[in-house]
């Protein structure tokens, strides 16, 4: 009985220690929990980018950007004076909390929320969820009144091109670039 | 499998009838795959910017899911010219 105790015990170690080193378990499991509470996940999202006027989705925080692409999208807004914003933060929070680097490889974990003026926090999936919702592949992602505007590469070209001041204003924000 | 810009090209070229494409390819020394295209495609006339964008992330959806970092670029051959 003992024995058989033991050997139950052992394959279980060793069943762990299969599905730590192999990171695609990780994802399956991660995508089948994902999948039971997919539809109220969506749910959750299509509320979240529609409680403020701008929404973003970026790795780390518009205080610590984790990501060039990110760093960029929060130093535009910055130039054109939005300040109040809905910063999602996609990394998990725990290892955000703790300073560690993100192994890119590790499952991708729970979103932490953070939202600037009005500060809150609130928790939904990982960035896989972000994605599907707005069927684009990369991170990060603005949303301008409950509307998808692109990624960074289309925020800054429509910096350049003064399409973002334009935007703003249909938002009733007026860029500080026209003041300076 | 790693994603090539070569690839990338030949896709883009062949998907979006694009006449011109610049990969390049931006990785640096922590991330396995990062490019930066542009692409000229007479497909993007009277497209906003973000279908276009959608349309070049269609097209490489299978190698997007391998690759790390993606910028784009996206032009008409109108557009493309005056620069």
Not at chain 1, 57 to 78: H, Y
Not at chain 1, 111 to 116: S, T
Request: aromatic share 6%.
């Amino acid at each position: 009985m003992t024995s058989l105790f033991r050997s139950t015990a052992q394959c279980l170690r060793s069943g762990l220690a299969v599905y730590r080193a192999r990171p695609a378990g990780g994802r399956s499991r991660a995508a089948s929990a994902r999948f039971l509470c997919s539809a109220e996940l969506q749910k959750d999202l299509g509320e979240m980018v529609k409680k403020d006027k701008v929404v973003v989705f970026i790795k780390g925080t518009p205080a610590q950007p984790m990501c060039g692409f990110s760093n960029a999208v929060v130093q535009i807004l910055r130039m054109h004076g939005v300040d109040e914003y809905a910063a999602y933060n996609v990394l998990e929070d725990q290892d955000l909390r703790q300073g560690r680097h993100r192994d890119p490889a590790a499952p991708a974990g729970q979103l932490q929320v953070e939202i600037r003026a009005p500060a809150k926090l609130c928790t939904v999936d990982d960035e896989e969820g972000v994605k599907d919702f707005s069927n684009w592949p990369t991170i990060p992602q603005v949303y301008f009144d409950g509307e998808f505007v692109g990624g960074c590469d289309i925020l800054l070209q429509m910096h350049q091109n003064g399409d973002l001041v334009e935007e703003l204003k249909k938002l009733g924000i007026r860029s500080a670039l026209l003041d300076a | 499998m790693a994603v090539t810009a070569d690839h990338i090209r030949t896709k883009l070229t062949k998907d979006l009838e694009a006449v011109h494409v610049d990969v390049e390819d931006t990785t640096s020394n922590r991330c396995t795959t990062s490019f930066k295209v542009l692409v000229v495609s007479p497909q993007f006339n009277g497209k906003s910017l973000l279908q276009r964008h959608r349309m070049v992330n269609t097209c490489l959806a299978e190698e997007l899911k391998e690759i790390h970092a993606f910028e784009q670029k996206t032009l008409t051959p109108e557009q493309w010219d005056k620069q």
